[in-house]
């Protein structure tokens, strides 16, 4: 562990530690940022007024539309002169959000990276080959100082230019790889083509994130990559990446750093607070940040939250793997869908690969539902009737496990767009209000 006695406190103390830095936190913001000074005075509560955990229900929730209203820096505590950090997540409508760090912050955020490379099974010696891109997005530096706090060797790859990304993972010894699961799925292939076998090189860990992925993609990634793939979560709004980590020994939902975080599970449609167990939305406060602290920030991510002790000794509590955003869930003729719910179906299917878009138009007034997914080379050429067969199968099982109708379309290897970053899931051709 990179830092044991934070990593193991006993959660009595734990608890304890959480309530202080909480009431802090509302102290700081209250005099600091109007918008929670409002915001406060509206739900007719003072800081002070906070004296457990269990008060946090009484506090309001803060919105991605919160922090778009304050462009860019409505929401920062601290004074610009002491951030030394901009960040910001590209919006698909609009203005980006923006966040800022102060050195305080830099430290905290380069601390828990370095854990949870720990917690990861990485340590000092290894050389890790980043591929998280650099820039606004806090993906590249915040792995990127992660890894130098743990000792590590960092190779800041950046996104992009595949054929000599596998180039340098091969000739520098690189034994850990992280970026998006998509892209090391398409690292994977571009490797078959350059002729490099991916059991010959040095990798042992990959550390993905930044997009939800299922558990059959991750057996698809170990095979193809040769090593043991984790699960990891942030985002640029509370941190970056680094706010949970799976842990190497029990690959058992993510432990999220709770010494300098407050998660809690929520019903999306009412605000209600959710039992361990329960799937719903991740409502995160964060409880040292300085230069933009959040109170209650929707996430928008599907999980639930255990707090049973965990085999490798840390005493946070664990988050499921996100299961998507209710932003991505999709409504299909009044059934919830998630794209990795339709994922988990096509990677238990054999000679499917795990390359898949779903595409959703609006015929009449019904909601049309089309699966495009890749079958290998050998399938493809076989006879058509084999590939019908195929795509029905495919088709009942989505049916009898999701309750949805949809159009299976098998296409040829390679047809789909691959993504360095981000990889786009649905095309939603809907059109709003229709
Ligand atoms: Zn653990």
Redesign the pocket.
Known sequence: MFNEEFETLPRPALEALQLKRLQAMLERIYANVPFYKNALDKAGVKPGQITSLADLQRLPFTYKQDMRDSYPYGLFAAKMEDIVRIHASSGTTGKPTVVGYTRKDIETWSELMARSFA?AGVHKGDIIHNSYGYGLFTGGLGAHYGAEKLGASVIPMSGGNTKKQIMIMKDFGSTVLTCTPSYSLFMAEAAVEEDVDFRNLSLRVGIFGAEPWSDSMRKEIEGKLNLSAIDIYGLSEIMGPGVAIE?Q??KQGL?IWEDHFIPEIIDPMTGEALPPGVKGELVITTITKEGIPLLRYRTRDITSITFEP???G?THA?IARMSGRSDDMLIIRGVNVFPSQIESILMGIEGVEPHYVLIVERKGNLDVLEVQVEVGENLFSDEVKHLQALSHSIEKEIKDMLGVSCKVRLVEPKTIARSEGKAKRVIDNRTMGN
Do not use: D, G
Request: include cysteine; aromatic fraction near 0%; proline fraction near 0%.
């Open positions: 917690a842990c020994q029990a432990h965990c085999v490798c840390r664990r």
